[in-house]
């Protein structure tokens, strides 16, 4: 890498301690092997590609990113069939026929009108022309969330805009970043994404807490519950992830889980409590017949040792 490149890495966190450490303080408790993907992503300013399945934290990775650098969030929410004007720009057909029938009202010159049509004012950006834009104060954050439900022409296009930095506009030229954004991409893993892409990336597989460490994010982010409560649910959602569920619950509904039950003003996951609030942790049918038949009792006599 070249000199000028470090120079330009962020140096308030000049090793993973620090970053581990400025993480938790802003209410993300990461293991030491994503706070180190995430510092090397930093400093050697490579787009990270976290996968995992859903609810894990791989989303608050990049709103906590951008609150860390105070650089602006750009969400770009994949899905099947996104293309060119979702995701990086569109001209203002609307503006555009106004603008048109407003000179020729004036009488002016429709050739004139014709050439201005296709000009910044009327150009609409989308997340990845605005990362690659020159502005003041630090680099955006670029967020390209669940990349695995995109098709595969848009996964060629994110290629080139990753490998170059860079977006052409046919009509203006072409948008090169001076300073590369911080990108994180995410994937539920419901469909292979091409090693292309994953090759311009640090990887890194994003599991599960541990249990303690998700009695803690649960005490953080659910701060109405006790830590009886939170260390019953994360036992609780410990259990429930080992059942073969269709849709095994990830933090973010254990942390909803134990939120409703605090919500119902209660401090204990007893059976009754359990089986009403089961919505907020398990969210197919199936998946909710297939506890009860198993037996909720049981489940959470498992737990009442987590929680004691």
Known sequence: ?????????????????????????AGYLADEGLATAIFLALRLQRPLFLEGEAGVGKTEVAKVLAALTRGELLRLQCYEGIGLSQAAYEWDYAR???????????????????????SERFLVRRPLLKALEEGPGPVPVLLVDEVDRADDEFEAFLLEILSEWAVTVPELGTVRASRPPLVVLTSNRTRDVHDALKRRCLYHWVDHPEFERE???????????????????????????????????????????AGAVAALGQDDLGEQVAS?????????????????????????????????
């Open 276 to 308: 009403v609030t089961l919505g907020a942790v398990l969210k197919y049918h199936e998946d909710q017949e297939k506890v009860r038949s198993l037996g909720l009792s049981s489940l959470l006599g498992s737990t009442a040792e987590s929680g004691a």
């Open 215 to 257: 009695v803690e994010i649960l005490r953080r982010r659910a701060p109405a519950v006790g830590d009886r409560l939170a260390r019953q649910v994360a036992a609780a959602a410990g259990v429930l992830r080992s059942l073969g569920l269709y849709k095994p619950p990830g933090v973010a509904e254990a942390i909803d889980w």
């Open 96 to 118: 555009q026929l106004l603008h048109l029938r407003a000179v020729e009202a004036a009488g002016g010159s429709s050739r004139q009108a014709e050439d201005e049509l296709y």
């Open 1 to 25: 890498m070249a000199v000028e490149e470090l120079e330009r890495s962020d140096d308030r966190f000049p090793d993973v301690a620090t970053l581990s450490s400025a993480l938790a303080q």
